[in-house]
T-cell receptor, first 113, second 112 residues
Framework: EAAVTQSPRNKVTVTGGNVTLSCRQTNSHNYMYWYRQDTGHGLRLIHYSYGAGNLQIGDVPDGYKATRTTQEDFFLLLELASPSQTSLYFC????????????FGEGSRLIVV | QEKVQQSPESLIVPEGAMSSLNCTFSNSASQSIWWYQQHPGKGPEALISIFSNGNKKEGRLTVYLNRASLHVSLHIRDSQPSDSAVYLCAVSPPQGGRALIFGTGTTVSVSP
């Protein structure tokens, strides 16, 4: 079974703080994604990656950096967190061996106060 | 940019009834259309996808796609309380890549 693990599951930080959200997949998938989910907006794509060292800009990238260090690991960085970044963040992976189905983690809830 | 809209926002159905959800997208050249299910506190899980015009059945699920009208629907036969969840419609953009674009979801509540 495909597995995507996110950490931390919950995080509270102050405005201007640094936050790193981590994601690891054990599916041997090439593609990994970071989405945020907000009421009234649904899931919106922040950044995604085709493989280690690759980064593609999504639809709502402002204020976020991402880094794909290995095929398994994808990180989302908020270097100066703002209250507008309070959200539920999901990591997902996909690959040709899964018929391009996206497999999601269980989410990381971030609150910026 | 591709837009995906879902209706209704929420739906209450009695156990055993049919649940019908709608989704419209903005580009007829979009690739596959997906339906995902999301239970509270969990990540979305893929339910079913369709690429060609027409319908596709898997168990209690039926999907209908009409590219000319930019419309796809999901029907859940014999709805069960465990079907209570948010249902997300998603499309693969025509320019390729695997980053799906999601709608805002329909919340389905099945009453016993």
């Amino acid at each position: 079974e495909a597995a995507v693990t996110q950490s931390p599951r919950n995080k509270v930080t102050v405005t201007g703080g640094n936050v790193t959200l981590s994601c690891r997949q054990t599916n041997s998938h090439n593609y990994m994604y970071w989405y945020r989910q907000d009421t009234g907006h649904g899931l919106r794509l922040i950044h995604y990656s085709y493989g280690a060292g690759n980064l593609q800009i999504g639809d709502v990238p402002d204020g976020y950096k991402a880094t794909r260090t290995t095929q398994e690991d994808f990180f989302l960085l908020l270097e100066l967190a703002s209250p507008s970044q309070t959200s539920l963040y999901f990591c997902a992976s996909s690959g040709q061996n899964s018929g391009n189905t996206l497999y999601f983690g269980e989410g990381s809830r971030l609150i910026v106060v | 940019q591709e837009k995906v809209q879902q209706s209704p926002e929420s739906l209450i159905v009695p156990e055993g009834a049919m649940s019908s959800l709608n989704c419209t997208f903005s580009n007829s050249a979009s690739q596959s259309i997906w339906w995902y299910q999301q239970h509270p506190g969990k990540g979305p899980e893929a339910l079913i996808s369709i690429f060609s015009n027409g319908n596709k059945k898997e168990g209690r699920l039926t999907v209908y796609l009409n590219r000319a009208s930019l419309h796809v629907s999901l029907h859940i036969r014999d709805s069960q309380p465990s079907d209570s969840a948010v249902y997300l419609c998603a499309v693969s953009p025509p320019q390729g890549g695997r980053a799906l674009i999601f709608g805002t979801g329909t919340t389905v509540s099945v009453s016993p």
